[in-house]
């Protein structure tokens, strides 16, 4: 309905007003400066506490063990996210002030329009649109607040990924560590230096691991602890390093001498202090070409005794031999006859060796060493070994029939290059073909600094290897060390405390910007919450008022129309006349006032919109959400506990968060819904009780949106506002959402079987023959392995365990998920291992052997002869002696192809063994003495075995099981070109050749004296050790020599294998506990949404939903009303009982107000113009021109209504006009109270 326009005619405009500096009261009490320092004080000591917690958990490997962190994961879980939520929740009491508080602070400041001001609304705005529209009203307060509220959200959010249970590497800094070795400070080990130096280094180079203790560079104390296999070990301990101080020297020959089997130098090295004579025998040097020679070998200065003059001599040189008179000593016949040769090029060191013993910090898995770090710049030497002591040992290492495979010899690499070299140079240069991965140049060796690089790292690698052996005693002392155990562990997420801080960081920026824009001082007189607050800071707001008649029930629009493009601003003004305590009025102004104000009624359609967040569609829809997610919930938790889980687990942190955040944030969605619908419906409470009527206390004065949750629960049930009661409890049983979650999903370890096909990358071989090294045209790797597993605690090679081959098995690529790094794999595989029939002889068969002088010799039935050398006679193929002992023990072994007759062969072993009296002599005669012969062939057999990890490891402790009913002979061919000679040479003052110095010096050695004890059960022992380190040798044999791969059209029947199984895999699972926790909130949500939507007022309340916090709105609604009419001068600064008693009524009873259509009563006075105008009781009215009869329009608005009795009924106009006598209070209705 429009109204004609009402002109106000001959009136001035109204003055400029007089505004006073007055203190306001009120100002809202969270955007104090000192609340937000408080809340800015919080945020650092959270940014504190959680670097602290990720320092002390990457410290310590997690917060706690496993067991007891799963025993109180919900106490862990729960707590530091129900500590964040009320935080946040805390924090929305700011951000609430901030929007609500907006529309004052921005008219507080000066002149602004109404969109920025009383149109303004971000109490209802969704929270990023809120942000957006705060930070394009450059709004700062406001943008900062909301940020913050984003960013604790999300901080709560995140924060149920913090903490986890999941397996890492438990670090235990004080564990007690085992030291199995020490070094001794004796010499005795060194003198009695053995091959296995030797045998060592060549396995270094063939690719194998170190031995136990021993690092590229250092031989350290061996240590050990009580914990699974595969785990991380780190202690302090001794370690030693040698090294050579080398200058440079120059280099003399004397002359050449021709031998048949080659020529020899004499040369002469020598520095200032120091000159070393050094012989150089080669049979390449009889070609008459250009050779280039290398040796790495000792003298002495000056011809002196003393070890301080020892020195090693490192030469590099190139030789030419005069053809012609080689020629001439060539048809001698008499050796040393002189040659003329030159050496054109050379670069010759002489360097003088040195050791020190530092302290390492050094860890261990069980397989090899895990980091090398100096623990100190102190270094010891042993007081009674000299560093000579060890290069001697160095040189004596070099024996046994293998060293002979280097001596004056050109390595592989350099075939054809005119090269001879000796053993020492000959490693040297493989070794650094090794580490650098191609060989060094020739010409670069005659660089010093190359030379010394090549001979310093080799002399360091393999001193190291034989100081492990020769300088190591057991111990059993103890030190406190590092374990690092793979376990569970309560393990806070790095990442996820990286993006807490960050949420945090962010926070306490916009925090420390709020405050520098919050208001410093009060912005009004009075809390503009509650809807009687708003009327009295509008009461003396005339123009403003005027602006709004007629719009009560209008939408947004008829408001933006009236208001749009105006500018207002607050003040006190001060009183016309009279006197009064008060400041002055409180009003609202127009930058510029207008002469006429066009007005129109919003028309009486009966339907108003639905808050969108209270829809009726909208609430279906969040109602089957959450039953949707209770079913998923029953879904996944049926189907976890079907398959051991949901999915495996990787240790990956962004998959951690995925299934612990991603359900948070999904759930905090209904949970900030629920607070939406909790927010309207408390803001809808007071407008709900105006449509039938209430007291002043149930309408105009009530906040509940002021209040926090519990306590504006509280009120609501006294006021038996049950929407408000459910909507609250529904906010609250919501909240819970997000840390229930948090548990949701978890860790387990279930073994789960899958089965995987394993490939077979060879076969064994029926024609094998023995392979060329990579090092050595003509080593046997096969016996050096042997030496190295028996004697330096290497572990076996892949795909080999005792004496047991299997086939080399590969692992396809995981079509899914990638293989846990410590998953196991069980199959059933066929395997091969060397099979012994064996003969013990008897004592009259033993009869039969041969004394003669200084030797003892039997042979068996097969003509297989073993010769014992006895005496100070020649050794043969016993070992090196030192000293026979009188009562020597002896043990020696013969191996022949043995032909059975019927196209097949066997490979047969003879040994003896027993105890010699007089054995240093030449009249040796047996105590006791025993034989047996054995021939061996290959069979196949099933093992079920268990392999860990990728690399298919098969552990000491998990050894294979051999189905013994399932052995059959298999033709692979044992070849006969090895022996024993090819062992390590174990110095010894028995007489045992290497099989035998093996048999009671290995790992799985037997006491030597079991050899001459003849009775039956010892003779048996000995028997069964034989044949079990027979059967390993000729395992690593058969490796090494035995094996063809495979190709893609070539099927093996030793391929084929049963399915394997994975084990201990780390699966995600649902916890039953927090899945029926979850569940039950959610459906109590559900029950209480409904509820509060069935008690809720059906009808359509507000005209306004989505604005309704507004200060127009407001406005609106009491511009039309009778409430202003009751409000005297001063209102705005009086307290909300004084401005109940306003409303009383002579008998002091309070009034009720009402909202809704009613008609427009007014009287008629004339103005100046003639003209009259019709005013309503409850507001200015439409202009009639004189004459004219003004009509009745229907408004919208708020109103005070009388609550029965005499006196006028229930409308009442300015004043308390009608009264209510005593005799009639018990007529009137209970819309209000009695005082």
């Not at 879980?77 to 004052?104: E, F, S």
């Amino acid at each position: 309905m429009k109204l004609r326009e009402l002109e106000v005619i001959g009136v001035e405009a109204e003055k400029k007003p007089n505004l006073v500096q007055v203190e306001l009261p009120w100002r809202p009490s969270y955007l104090r400066r000192r609340v937000l320092a408080i809340f800015l004080a919080v945020f650092v000591a959270l940014i504190i506490a959680l670097e602290v917690l990720g320092d002390f958990s990457n410290r310590n490997a997690g917060l706690g063990s496993g067991e007891r962190s799963r025993r109180t994961r919900f106490a862990w879980t729960y707590l530091p996210i129900l500590a964040l939520n009320l935080l946040a929740g805390m924090w929305t009491r700011v951000d609430h002030q901030a929007k609500a508080a907006a529309p004052w602070i921005r008219m507080s400041k000066g002149p602004a329009l109404a969109e920025k001001t009383l149109l303004l609304d971000y109490v209802n705005m969704p929270l990023p649109v809120s942000i957006v529209k705060a930070v394009l009203n450059r709004d700062l307060v406001v943008a900062c607040t909301s940020m913050a509220t984003l960013h604790l959200g999300l901080l709560v959010v995140v924060s149920t990924a913090l903490l986890t249970l999941t397996f890492v590497d438990v670090r235990n800094q004080n564990a007690r560590i085992t030291l199995n070795t020490e070094f001794m400070d004796v010499t005795s080990g060194l003198a009695n230096t053995d091959s296995s130096p030797f045998l060592a280094m060549l396995g270094v180079l063939q690719g194998n691991t170190y031995p136990d203790g021993v690092t590229s560079r250092y031989a350290y104390q061996q240590f050990s602890a009580d914990v699974p296999f595969g785990t991380e070990i780190r202690a302090t301990v001794d370690g030693l390093t040698a090294a050579l101080e080398c200058e440079a020297a120059q280099l003399s020959l004397a002359g050449a001498q021709y031998y048949t089997s080659g020529l020899q130098l004499n040369t002469t090295v020598s520095v200032p202090g120091c000159s070393i004579n050094m012989t150089v025998f080669s049979k390449a040097f009889l070609s008459n070409s250009m050779v280039m020679f290398s040796r790495f070998g000792r003298g002495v200065c000056g011809g002196s005794t003393d070890t301080q003059d020892q020195r090693i001599v490192v030469v590099f040189a190139s030789e030419t031999v005069n053809s012609t008179s080689l020629a001439v000593a060539m048809n001698t016949t008499i050796d040393g006859t002189l040659v003329n040769t030159t050496i054109s090029q050379s670069m010759q060191l002489i360097c003088k060796p040195t050791y020190a013993i530092n302290r390492l910090d050094i860890g261990q898995d069980g397989i090899n060493p895990i980091g090398l770090d100096l623990a100190g710049t102190n270094k010891r030497t042993l007081a009674n070994v000299q560093a000579w002591d060890i290069a001697q040992a160095f040189f004596d290492s070099y024996q046994g029939a293998l060293v002979g495979n280097f001596s004056d010899a050109s390595p592989p690499c350099y075939q054809g290059g005119n090269l001879t070299v000796d053993p020492p140079i000959y490693l040297a240069l493989a070794l650094y073909e090794k580490v650098q991965g191609t060989p060094v140049s020739l010409s670069a060796l005659f660089d010093r600094t190359m030379l010394q690089s090549v001979a310093d790292d080799y002399f360091r690698q393999y001193t190291a290897l034989l100081a492990s052996k020769a300088l190591m005693v057991e111990s059993f002392s103890s030190t406190a060390g590092t374990i690092n155990l793979h376990g569970e562990r309560l393990l806070v997420r790095s990442l996820v405390v990286q993006l807490m801080v960050t949420l945090l960081g962010v926070s306490i920026t916009m925090t420390a910007v709020a405050m520098c824009f919050v208001p410093r001082k009060g912005i009004l007189p009075r809390d503009p919450n509650a809807i009687i607050d708003t009327a009295a800071l509008l009461a003396h707001s005339r123009p403003l008022l005027q602006s709004l008649r007629g719009t009560g029930g209008g939408s947004d629009s008829v408001l933006r129309e009236r208001l749009s493009g105006k500018q207002y601003f607050i003040g006190v003004e001060a009183y016309e006349r009279g006197s009064s305590s008060d400041p002055g009025y409180f009003k609202i102004f127009e930058r510029t006032n207008t002469a006429q104000v066009e007005t129109s009624h919003a028309e009486e359609k009966g339907k108003f919109s639905y808050p969108i967040n209270l829809h009726p569609v909208v609430r279906i829809a969040s109602s089957l959400g959450l039953l949707a997610v209770i079913l998923l919930l029953e879904f996944t938790l049926r189907s976890s506990r079907t398959n051991n889980g949901i999915a495996n687990v990787v240790d990956d942190t962004f998959a951690h968060l995925l299934w612990t955040a991603m359900p948070a944030l999904i759930l905090s969605h209904f949970a900030t819904y629920f607070a939406s619908v909790d927010f309207t419906t408390r803001a809808l409470a007071p407008y709900a009780a105006l449509k039938d009527g209430a007291a002043f206390h149930l309408s105009v004065s009530l906040n509940y949106i002021g209040k926090t949750a519990p306590w504006a629960i509280f009120q609501a049930v006294k006021h038996r506002n049950f929407a408000v009661v459910t909507s609250g409890l529904t906010l609250l049983v919501s909240s819970l959402f997000v840390a229930i979650s948090a548990p949701l999903f978890y860790e387990i370890t279930i073994p789960a079987t899958t089965t995987v096909q394993l490939l077979s990358k060879d076969f064994f071989s029926a024609n094998n023959s023995t392979p060329s090294s990579d090092i050595c045209l003509s080593c046997r790797n096969g016996t050096i392995i042997s030496s190295l597993i028996l004697h330096d605690g290497h572990l076996y090679p892949p795909s080999t365990y005792e004496d047991l081959n299997f086939p080399m098995m590969d692992i396809p690529d995981s079509e899914g998920a990638p293989y846990p790094a410590e998953f196991t794999i069980t199959a059933s595989l066929p395997a091969i291992r060397p099979s012994m029939n064996c003969r013990m002889y008897s004592q009259p068969d033993i009869g039969k052997l041969t004394f003669s002088n200084a030797i003892v010799s039997f042979t068996d039935e097969t003509n297989n002869t073993i010769t014992v050398s006895t005496g100070r006679g020649p050794q043969g193929t016993m070992a090196q002696v030192q000293a026979i002992d009188p009562m020597a023990y002896f043990g020696a072994s013969s191996h022949k192809i043995l032909n059975l007759g019927n196209g097949t062969t066997v490979s047969h072993w003879l040994y003896l063994w027993g105890q010699l009296v007089g054995a240093d002599t030449n009249q040796t005669m047996p105590q006791t003495i025993s034989a047996m012969s054995c021939n061996e062939t290959i069979e196949q057999v099933t093992a079920l075995t268990t392999f860990y990890g990728t690399s298919l490891s098969i552990l000491p402790s998990d050894p294979p099981v051999v189905d013994d009913s399932t052995a059959a002979p298999l033709a692979v061919e044992l070849s006969s070109g090895w022996d024993y000679n090819d062992l390590a040479n174990i110095s010894s003052p028995q007489l045992l050749d290497n099989f035998f110095a093996s048999l009671v010096t290995s790992r799985y050695a037997i006491p030597m004296s079991t050899l001459g004890d003849g009775s039956l059960d010892a003779v048996q022992h000995v028997a069964a050790a034989i044949q079990f380190q027979q059967k390993i040798i000729r395992s690593q044999v058969i490796n090494s020599s035995a094996r063809l791969l495979t190709n893609p059209n070539s099927i093996f029947r030793l391929a084929t294998t049963t399915p394997p199984s994975l084990s201990a895999t780390r699966r995600l699972t649902l916890d039953q506990t927090a899945t029926r926790t979850l569940q039950s909130l959610l459906s109590l949500t559900l029950l209480l949404s409904t509820l509060s939507w069935l008690i809720s007022p059906t009808q359509k309340i507000h005209p306004r939903p989505s604005t309704l916090g507004s200060i127009a709105s407001t406005a609106a609604l009491v511009a039309d009303g009778n409430t202003f009419g009751l409000l005297g001068r001063g209102a705005e600064w009086s307290s909300t009982e004084e401005l109940r008693d306003l409303f009383m009524d002579g008998l002091h009873v309070a009034m009720g107000f009402g909202m809704g259509w009613g008609q427009e009563k007014g009287r008629r006075r004339r103005r100046r113009t003639g003209r009259r105008v019709e005013e309503s009781g409850e507001g200015l009215g439409a202009r009639k021109d004189d004459g004219e009869e003004a009509g009745r329009s229907r408004v919208f608005g708020i109103s005070a209504i009388r609550t029965g009795g005499w006196g006028g009924g229930e409308g009442v106009g300015l004043g308390l006009q009608a009264r209510v006598g005593f005799g009639q209070r018990r007529f009137v209705r209970d819309l209000g109270w009695r005082t």
